[in-house]
């Protein structure tokens, strides 16, 4: 069998550990590999594509992106339907297709989120065989206890707020950082937790800021003159709206929250506050050792289901192993934080305010 992989959506880092994994994986088992560059435009005939060997993907594993790019806009790109699936052109699927059967391809594997795993789905219903693998920094996909890529991206918010932490305290400051998080506060929570901060506000706590200055001033009478603030870019405000930077048609770009909080706060504090956006920071660099060896193993698994051609199928790690779920089950099912649950508590329980 010859295999294709592409990588759709945004980058994070542990995207080149898959690829190490299933070039690895493939190769024992006498499998090709074709790499598709730039997500799925480059299965657009005459395809734009790279055959992996082992020997290509040596060191890889410790580099962040991915080797092969990416894209999250393209011909591919897919308007919901009335069944909720995403919806390609009949031409950009026959397109598709025509790729496959040229180059004798007998699975693709898809490493995205859930918007691009949504369009793998309906490559699958039309007939393309196709397993998933999940991707995505904010760790929100319902199937998955874990994606690779979150561990890099909470350690990138650690290593700020520990930089951050020395000029609080030297100029006596409030600091807020902006971090990444559309619709769940994971990020935000982890990093906050692991990096000291003093205030997380997430997405599912609705927040008060006169609760959050009423934290700062208590903590200016305990002798505590400087304060770490962590904010995900899709907290709400306490008027309910998402701070935004851009809007094109249905799509929102989220931005600056981390600079409204600031602003307000410094206001009710009277305290000299900074605010700090870590934005695409998060997205690059080296991945730790935690995401390589998911990013590997789900790579592994991704060619074991293709080898035995259990198609419409997405890797997922569950209870330390990695298994599979069908793409179906997996797609438009985000996870969350629970407001009750033992992380925020754990939160609570170690000082830190929640706005709440």
């Not at 190769?27 to 590999?33: N, R």
């Not at 990020?187 to 990096?195: D, K, S, V």
């Not at 935004?244 to 600031?262: H, P, Q, W």
């Not at 599979?324 to 997996?330: D, G, L, P």
Request: net charge negative.
């Amino acid at each position: 069998m010859r295999i294709g992989i592409l990588n759709s959506g945004g980058d994070c880092p542990g995207l080149n550990a898959v690829i190490h994994g299933v070039v690895g994986a493939a190769s024992k088992l006498g499998m090709e590999v074709i790499g598709f560059r730039d997500g799925f435009e480059g299965l657009l005939p005459p395809g734009d594509y790279v055959r992996l060997d082992p020997a290509d993907t040596v060191g890889i594993m410790k580099l962040g992106g991915t080797i092969l790019g990416t894209t999250n806009k393209s011909h591919f790109a897919a308007k919901v339907g009335s069944d909720d699936l995403k919806q390609i052109a009949d031409k950009v699927v026959d397109l598709t297709k025509e790729t496959m059967a040229s180059l004798e391809i007998g699975a693709l594997i898809v490493v995205g989120g859930d918007g691009s795993l949504g369009t793998a789905l309906h490559l699958y219903h039309a007939g393309v065989p196709i397993i998933g693998v999940p991707k995505t920094i904010d760790n929100d996909l319902q199937a998955t206890a874990m994606t690779f890529g979150f561990d890099s991206a909470v350690s990138c918010v650690v290593d700020a707020l520990d930089r951050l932490h020395t000029t609080a305290v030297s100029h006596k400051r409030v600091m807020v950082v902006e971090v990444m998080g559309r619709s769940a506060g994971w990020i935000a929570l982890w990093g906050g937790i692991a990096g000291g901060a003093n205030v997380v506000l997430i997405p599912e706590i609705d927040f008060d800021l006169d609760k959050v200055a009423a934290c700062i001033r208590e903590r200016e009478a305990r002798g505590n003159h400087s304060t770490m603030i962590v904010v995900a870019e899709g907290a709400r405000m306490p008027e309910g709206d998402l701070i935004t930077k851009d809007e094109c048609g249905n799509s929102i770009r989220l931005g600056g929250i981390g600079e409204v909080v600031a602003e307000r706060i410094g206001t009710l504090t009277g305290k000299e506050t900074r605010a700090c956006t870590l934005g695409h920071l998060q997205r690059g660099g080296e991945p730790t050792s935690l995401d390589r060896i998911l990013g590997a193993r789900f790579g592994v698994k991704a060619v074991e289901l293709a080898h035995q051609k259990k198609f419409g199928r997405m890797v997922s790690y569950q209870a330390y192993h990695v298994s599979s779920v069908t793409i179906e089950e997996a797609v438009h099912k985000t996870r969350t934080v629970e407001p009750d649950g033992e992380v925020v508590n754990t939160a609570r329980a170690i000082g830190i305010c929640l706005g709440d």
